[in-house]
């Protein structure tokens, strides 16, 4: 059996790739599918399912694209409706890939329709099993039980289906059950998930709080309190994966435009520079998501749906990496960008914005001389409690 991970950082995102005998299957494909169709061509084989364990509400999934260009079959939960031609799959169907055995369970919790997929290969009898968890369980983590898959259901039904999932399906698996989920650290669709990538049924069962032994009701408001906000791209991620999202080649190319078009431009300038180059000098008004870092999930929480975009960035490649990545999450309105970046917008003798930066000692000094100097810090409420600066206020 070929087993390959395929890690998006920018979205905490996790994908696979599994083949045997000349047939794959991808499950959880992010919007962009290179790399999919070069693993396949690479080991000569023929994508043969698509697997969605649900349907997400933080990227758009390059489902639909992979169908269409390698004729293999979209798989979704039987609960999901998504509105295209697909195998919908229940509990204890199973799919088979070369020598290689999918057995689906459902596990809703976190969507209703959410599978889980336990992974056998028969030709290797000794080897562990692996199940891929979707957004079900996650590492050190579970999924939220309040997004917007969940439509039609309280966060508590939703909390005490995941409940079920888990204790009747997912932890009546072997302890050495390698466990693989969707997301990582840092993805919304969790509150405490872990750095790790993968782990075990039995290291679950040690380390993930959510795991502990409790009753079904301490779970429900375990599961129930202090949820942050959720996103309001979201929704329209959901809708998009539901209906099958456009060939990403397809998108209309943005047009070079200049200082003055820019300058005249109704909608959101996106500036997609690191902080340093943002502060020394930008175009007024802008708005800056360094492409560092966790860009995708920022812009879809940031901008609002059908905003049209001029893009800043130093190069064209850069340009042509933001469309990638606003795509991702599913915005789709990028009309041009700055033809030769801020420099433009200066040789034009138009006035640029700037943003003093200091240093951490700067900063630190300031602090200690001015009592009543208030320090700031808009990151999320994870990452604030993870570790901030004495004494500063989460405005997120």
């Known amino acids: 059996m070929n087993f390959k991970q395929f890690y998006l950082g920018c979205l905490a995102h996790a994908s696979y790739y599994i083949g045997s005998n000349g047939e794959a299957a991808i499950v959880d494909p992010q919007r962009d599918i290179d790399e999919y169709l070069a693993e396949a061509k690479a080991r000569n084989q023929i994508i043969k399912y698509v697997i969605e364990t649900h349907l997400h509400a933080d990227f758009v999934g390059g489902h639909s694209e992979l169908a269409r260009k390698t004729g293999a079959q979209v798989v979704f939960g039987a609960k999901a409706n998504a509105a295209f031609e697909h195998l919908a799959v229940k509990d204890g169907d199973e799919l088979t890939i070369g020598d290689v055995k999918l057995k689906i369970l459902e596990t809703p919790g976190h969507t209703p329709e959410g599978i889980s997929i336990i992974i056998e290969d028969t030709a290797s009898a000794g080897e562990s099993k692996k199940v891929l968890t979707g957004d079900t369980l996650f590492i050190g983590d579970v999924g939220r039980p309040d997004l917007v898959g969940s439509k039609g259901f309280t966060a508590e039904q939703m909390a005490g289906f995941l409940y079920d999932s888990l204790h009747e399906k997912l932890l009546k698996l072997s302890d050495d059950t390698e466990v693989y989920p969707a997301h990582g650290a840092g ?71 200049s200082a003055r078009e820019v300058r005249d431009f109704e909608g959101l300038t996106l500036d997609v520079r690191g902080a340093d180059e943002f502060g020394a000098g930008h175009v007024p008004n802008s708005l800056n998501i360094g492409l560092g870092g966790q860009f995708a999930s920022w812009a879809g929480t940031l901008i609002e749906a059908e905003t049209p975009i001029v893009v800043v960035a130093e190069s064209e490649e850069k340009v042509e990496e933001t469309v990638v990545r606003l795509a991702r999450v599913g915005i789709e309105t990028v009309r041009g960008f700055l033809k030769n970046g801020i420099s433009a917008w200066t040789d034009a003798e138009f006035e640029a914005a700037k943003i003093k930066q200091i240093s951490v000692e700067e900063m630190n000094e300031h602090l200690a001389e001015n009592v009543d100097l208030q320090f700031i810090d808009v990151r999320r409420s994870g990452e604030f409690e993870s570790g901030r600066v004495p004494k500063t206020k989460n405005l997120t």
């Open 187 to 257: 993805s919304l669709c969790g509150k405490n998930m872990s750095k790790e990538t993968w782990s075990t049924i039995g290291v679950q069962k040690k380390l993930n709080y959510a795991l502990a032994p409790m009753l079904k009701t301490d779970f429900v408001k375990m599961l129930t309190e202090n949820l942050p906000e959720m996103p309001a791209y979201f929704s329209q991620s959901v809708a998009k994966n539901r209906a099958g999202a456009s060939v990403l080649a397809d998108l209309p190319k943005p047009e070079a435009m």
